[in-house]
């Protein structure tokens, strides 16, 4: 447990103490977001360098998130074996280590394996991070505290395509990776230096037969799915095969869990109306809109000739829209029931989408920037207050339990999303340009750089992300039906709250 108290419940301000550890949870988490940001620009850049698909390199996304998925939930038993400043360093250590091994990459596989090394180091960064934070500022103020963490962490979003563009034009895609070694360094200085000392306190046994059904299940499942384009149809051996056993594999974590005590996931908690529906809230948000965050900056690079850097650029307007409406949804998650705020959230993103279900190969530019603006804003007024919605009326002692399940399915569905609509792009390319699936992404790459057919060749390419973003808005739209049912009047101080909180609230990460 942390040496520093948490504040009175009387007083909302974060003091000096609190803010010093803030900055430090900060610049870890930025860190962590720079580097997805950063590499999602690189992804066009990386499929020519690798001459595969986009199917294929998006599981350099997709891994990195089931390995964060992966190592969420050791990371509160490792808090209590180990303590959580000894537990963040580590993290940064082993998050650094995995950046130095990608830069060094030969190949996709290998660029892959290391990403998801690199997960491992992210995944505990994070909520290690936040619980340190959390356990200072006291649960009375998670509001407030996810308000000040997240305006300042919106700078990965905006500033990482922006310098992954850069080094990915002028220097070299490696650098996208060798970048955090200096940002991680101090990090690791300021961590050792200004987090509160606490003591490991041993608590109860981990469940890693769970954690050996849930994270190889996720990856077999979503292995199988994205076969689909490249075999030909679900009735492939090398489709149904993994996807059965994911499948079987988290059935079987589904039984086990009703069973056994301190499950890797408590699907008790699920019995709690409020966290079960904003539960489901959370799943269509991350399938829906971070999959297609993936594709943004390839529709610039590959549809429209912009530089890397240029896709960065135009990039930030979704960045600052959400810079605007985060702390002030932030502080209301505490104050009103999060339906009021979630539902106008997911209008806008819905709004904002819409131009892009419209794509051309000569879409005005001030129509896209707005709409990432209104994108932005929605996004701002809907991330925080799902989160809180999740927490607010659980006791403090199902916390820890309620912020592993967030942060697992958060990082799961994102990944999801990223598969799905990565598959679908590939396939809706190779068809328009009508080669097999692990072939569309250089041959729209080749057409489009070629002045005879670039014309032609820009408008197929700016019709399959057209379509794909329509899949995008679909599982968005869908969103609207479980939030509804988010609480719309602020809720009441559950039983068992007593001025600290065991784990942190998620926040995320793609």
């Not at 690798?50 to 998925?69: E, H, N, P, R």
């Not at 130095?100 to 998801?116: P, Q, T």
């Amino acid at each position: 447990m942390s040496t520093q108290s948490p504040a009175a419940p009387g007083g909302d301000k974060l003091d000096a103490g609190v803010l010093k550890v803030a900055a430090v949870v900060i610049l870890g988490a930025i860190m962590a977001i720079l580097d997805t940001t950063v590499v999602n620009v690189a992804l066009q850049k990386l499929t020519i360098e690798f001459q595969t698909s986009f199917d294929t390199i998006q599981w350099i996304a997709t891994g990195y998130m089931l390995a964060l998925a992966t190592v969420i939930p050791i990371t509160g038993w490792a808090s209590d074996r180990f303590g959580t400043k000894r537990l963040y360093m580590t993290a940064i250590g082993l998050f650094l280590i995995g950046s130095m091994l990608a830069g060094m990459a030969w190949d996709v596989e290998s660029l892959i394996v290391f990403r998801v090394l690199q997960g491992f180091g992210g995944g505990m960064l994070m909520p290690a991070g936040m619980t340190i934070l959390t356990r200072a500022a006291g649960p009375h103020r998670i509001g407030r505290v996810m308000g000040v963490l997240g305006v300042p962490m919106l700078l990965g979003p905006i500033g990482g395509p922006i310098l992954g563009g850069w080094l990915v034009d002028a220097v070299s895609w490696r650098w996208i990776f060798y970048i955090n070694l200096p940002i991680g360094l101090i990090t690791m200085a300021l961590a050792w230096r200004l987090l509160p000392k606490d003591r490991p306190e041993p608590g109860e046994r981990f469940d890693f037969v769970g954690m050996l059904m849930v994270s190889p299940g996720l990856a077999a499942l979503i292995f199988g799915v994205s076969n689909i384009p490249s075999a030909g149809g679900v009735g492939a051996v090398e489709v149904w095969l993994p996807a059965l056993a994911g499948v079987g594999l988290l059935v079987a974590f589904v039984f086990r869990a009703n069973r056994v005590t301190n499950p890797l996931v408590d699907l008790q908690l699920f019995k709690n109306r409020s966290f079960s529906v904003a539960m489901v809230t959370m799943t269509f948000f991350c399938v829906a809109f971070f999959g297609a965050m993936l594709l943004l900056p390839t529709y610039f690079v590959l549809a429209r000739g912009e530089s890397a850097m240029n896709a960065g650029l135009l990039l930030a307007p979704q960045g600052f829209g959400a810079m605007l409406t985060m702390p002030i949804a932030g502080r209301f998650a505490d104050k009103i029931g999060a339906r009021k705020i979630v539902l106008p959230g997911l209008v806008l993103m819905l709004a904002g989408l819409i131009a892009f279900t419209q794509l051309t190969a000569t879409t005005p530019y001030w129509l896209l920037l707005s709409a990432l603006f209104v994108m932005g804003l929605g996004m701002g007024a809907t991330m925080m207050p799902i989160t809180s919605a999740a927490l607010q009326t659980l006791k403090s002692q199902d916390m820890a339990k309620a912020s592993t399940a967030t942060n697992i399915l958060q990082q799961t569905a994102g990944a999801i999303g990223a598969a799905v609509l990565s598959i679908i792009l590939a396939a809706l390319l190779a068809g328009k340009f009508g080669v097999p699936t692990a072939q569309g992404q250089l041959a729209a790459t080749a057409a489009v750089s070629d002045p005879a057919t670039h014309e032609v060749a820009s408008g197929l390419t700016a019709d399959a992300f057209s379509t794909t973003f329509l899949w995008s808005m679909i599982l968005l739209a869908l969103c609207l039906i479980p939030a509804a049912f988010l609480p719309k009047t602020k809720p009441a101080l559950p039983e068992g709250v007593d001025g600290e909180v065991s784990a942190a609230p998620p926040i995320m990460t793609h």
